[in-house]
């Protein structure tokens, strides 16, 4: 063989000649310098939204769940929609801290971080919603097996209970996916910061990290094998809550494209969302560098895969309720495109068909506003997606005589901004007191990090610090 | 630095250009057969655990048995509960039904496997630790953010001051100290 081999050089991940102090610098002195304005604009706002989240919840414990808007057949309405649109939303997060860490994808140390915040974020807002959908939310503790002394069990039969014990999982373990990511940076911010307060409190969650190479050696080893068992819980996760539709008899669920269906979904709505958040705060913190565009565009690539994924599974639905010969799948589907949700149908179709499609065009792809656009339709789309399958599917079932149309009240509005609320205000806290970049990982990514670069020979051209290098194996094998 | 003389050598701390020199170092210091020595970056650096002459992580073990016990128990819980502690037939679901039990199982092994791992690893490491000497050193601020670091303890058997000062300093150290504790 005399084929000779060129890879292709890739951009380097960090651009603007950083070393290791400079990176420590750029993101570590992000809470020892003065808050933006805009910052406590947008933390006002959230702070408002959060407490009309409080009072519509403590308004639909007072009253009950009349104040929805659901009705029999429709009995899941816009909480369980928001439930799975906020679930889907984390998705990303734990896509990119495991599963990408697992394909050694190293463009992710930039963006990990808080994408790992935004799942921990989005899977509170999601819990909130079956929790008080059970009505009687001060004993919502009987869906877990808590011994009590009237010897009742959950029923382990139940896709539901199914639920619980995936999302309360997949809680636990993102945070502490999460903290396990923080320590070392945790540890440089101690080292840091100047009050003493600061001091004590970055030091005590830092628990005593010291960055010793005997400590670093455990410490990658959990971190491989964390991620190994966050990206089948990922897939598990979304996998169960389509559970809760799919294994049930009503037409329009009870389908078994529905668990990759809903991970597809589940990581393009999660994907528009982390670029979303990405473009707004690397503008606000001067991130450009490590967040850059080329990192973007990998994003969006991975979000008009997966929209393709989901574009994909639209067509087969489509196709299976033909082939089922199955009437009440042909009908629920015939529903969808020109029944009483026929337009909620066609917003879906734009966003999450057509709207993917832009990104095959690198000058999309590598504009931040026109990225930006793209991915708000996505996360519109997404949450259509699930309006479509849950109150299309239930509010027109097997008896056109108990067919009802199912339309949300204030309530239901309100109570959906008011996650928005719940969300912003845990993000901007994150954003404002914790490293919002893994530290640690960043330098470990850059061509200085290796001990090989500091042998002359293999200096090659262009690798002056952040350069690229490129790998030209010998023409003979 | 007044209390320097009531307290105990804890041992030298050495700092290096970079991640290669540390390496090379480390290499040294493990063949000159010291044992009680590590190195500090700010970042796990490739090769450096085979410099050192460190073994294999253990904590994969920690993580089996706590992934078993995680398996184990939600199957048991599982086959109770629906078997003999509160038997339910629901919509003609036979009680004991191994298809059923996946999903919780999968979770549950996972959910402790995590345990396992980051409290196995906090165990392994002797974290948290709110108290080390080297805590003592301004100049070990660095080792979080671009600093290299060596540190050889005065317990080792074969330290001595000026022996082992020696040695740093052929390891091109570029900085010496000692901590006291």
Redesign the interface.
Known sequence: MSKSYEFVPEPPLVQGNHTFGSITALIGDIPERETPKGWYIAFGVANLLLLLLVALLSYLVWEGLGVWGLNNPAGWGWAIINFVWWVGIGHAGTLISAILFLFRQHWRTAINRFAEAMTIFAVMCAGLFPAFHVGRIWVIYWVFPVPNQMGMWPNFSSPLLWDVFAVSTYFTVSLLFWYVGLIPDLATLRDRVKSKTSRFFYGMFALGWTGSNRHWLNYEKAYMILAGLATPLVLSVHTIVSFDMSVSNVPGWHSTIFPPYFVAGAIYSGFAMVVSLMIISRKIYGLEDIMTVDIMEKMNIIMMVTGNMVAFSYLMEGFMSWYSGYIYERGIFWLYVVGPYAWGFWILMFCNVINPQFMWFKKVRRSVTLTFLVATFANIGMWYERFMIIVASLATDFMPSSWAYYSPTWVDYLTYVGTFGLFFTFFLLFLRFLPMVAISEVKAGLPQADPHYYEEDDQLEGSNGAGSIVIQPNESV | METKENKQLHGILAEFQ????L?HA?EAVNNAGYNKF????????????KA?G?KK?K??WI?LGFGLVGLIGAVW??VW??SS??P?S?SG?PLI?PP??V??A???T??L???G??F???F??G??????P?FNSEN???????GFFLYIESEDALFSEYKTTELLKDAEAVNLEKIYD
Request: aromatic share 10%; net charge negative; proline share 9%.
């Open positions: 970079n991640p290669a020199t390496l480390a590590d190195t500090f970056s700010p970042f796990p650096i490739h090769g450096i655990e050192m460190l992580s904590l994969g993580v819980l599982m509960v629906m502690a509160m339910l629901i679901k039904d059923i039990y999903p919780i999968f979770e549950l996972v959910l496997s995590s345990f791992a980051v196995g690893m906090l392994l490491n974290l948290p630790k709110p108290y080390n080297l070990f601020n660095k080792a979080s953010d671009d």
